[in-house]
């Protein structure tokens, strides 16, 4: 019989070529591919924005808690899950300025309130400085109410509240923050766009953005909660466009309002002051600088950062972080000093922190959800005017260190006998002759003696030598 033909084999492909493939495009594959990845949906303008008041530097907008509702004027915190409200029965507790009621300030009076239940089981709220329950709320301007809001009900600390505020008004996204007061149905999404100036408006935006095309996106992150807050990698940190990181890309970074002021570690901090034309010092908390004559404020450098590693790069005038400016009686130098603190002098925690001399300077976008972080610049600073120090000129073996602006000298003491020269090289030092010197005069010291200790014991065996030797015979 004739045989069967064998079965043809089933076709397999080989994961290699597709390996291949996929690292083929991803290599191919623009940058800017790989940060569309953070990218959220569009989402469209602000379903409601809430007018918010400032008061020092502080930020405050009005929630209703209680039924009949009581008002209360709330601090906005970026650092807190919670939402704390002072006991009425603890007002009558002295604070700086005088009692609380005096000035003219509200405190939440539980008792008062048909709907309030008291939750002493609560451990998401639980603290040393209040009492967790529960109240209708809402925030003043919408007409959603929140039954069952998460309370802390303090009994006062004066290390928790100032006399400026009712209550404190948590931003972070946990399970008892703002996002219990949003509407059911909307984005969970808050935006904040505010100034510090009284003449210009600030609002809370909620359920969608305000220049949405111009929102940078940052990585996306754990839960936030009141130790990391709003943590996100701060990349490409630069001045003048002169990268200050120098073994890293990025760096962690921190969202607060309730800083005023852009805190840096210590070696960042420094060199900033070495991009600014002028003569800059430190003291332990702040940068200040005497510019150089005819250098206007509005010309200071940038400092410029990102999100992402491929990300849109944000910038901050470095005029906007002062706070004093002086000129001195005849002098044509003005002399200022910047809100940019040393973040190594009171705090454990190094991460750059973005106080809200920064964020009035930015579009703040908090997409609650996905636990992220977008900033827009609220003006394009795209070719404006910058005069920034000059790049040194390195001579001889200087090797020029572009994060600190400065020509590193050469390490001569790696080497012996040499010293750094006034050309930026190492040269041998005088030391080294002397040192030779000395070693000369030792050897010939040492040939002289040695040559006197063999003539001395010459003399002696030479003697003997003569004694023992037979005398010559008769003729």
Known sequence: PTPRPSPRPPFRLSPAPL?????????????RAAAAFYEPEPVGPPLASIPLTVSGKALQLHIEVGTPPQVMLANMSLALDHTFVVDAAACAVHVEGGRWEEQGLQCFNSSASSSFIDCPACPSLSSKYCRPGYDNARISGLSFWRPKYSLCVSSFDANAFGPQQDAIFGLLSGPDGPLQLIPTGWPHLLALNFSFDPALPSALHIGGYEQEDAITWGEAQFTPNSFYG???PLYHLAVCSHPLFTTTSFWLAKLSLEEQCLSLPEHLWTNIGQWIPGDCGTDQEQLYCTLHPGVQLDHLPHLSFALS???TELRIPL???VVRSVVPQGSTSTTVV?????????RNDHRILLGS???????LALDLAHHRVGLANKQNLTGATQECAGVPVCVGEQVYVEADNVCSQPDCSAYFFQVLGSDGRCHFGWFLYVFFGMLLVGVLSAESLLSELYLRMEAPVR?????????????
């Open 19 to 31: 390996l291949l493939l996929l690292l083929l495009l991803g290599v191919a594959a623009p940058p």
């Open 230 to 232: 709003y943590q996100f």
């Open 309 to 311: 590693e491929w990300g």
């Open 319 to 321: 005029s906007a972080l």
């Open 338 to 346: 910047f809100c940019i603190s040393n973040l190594d002098v009171h």
């Open 357 to 363: 001399a920064v964020l009035e300077h930015m579009y």
């Open 463 to 475: 003697a003997r030598a003569l004694q023992n030797e037979d005398p010559a015979p008769a003729i």
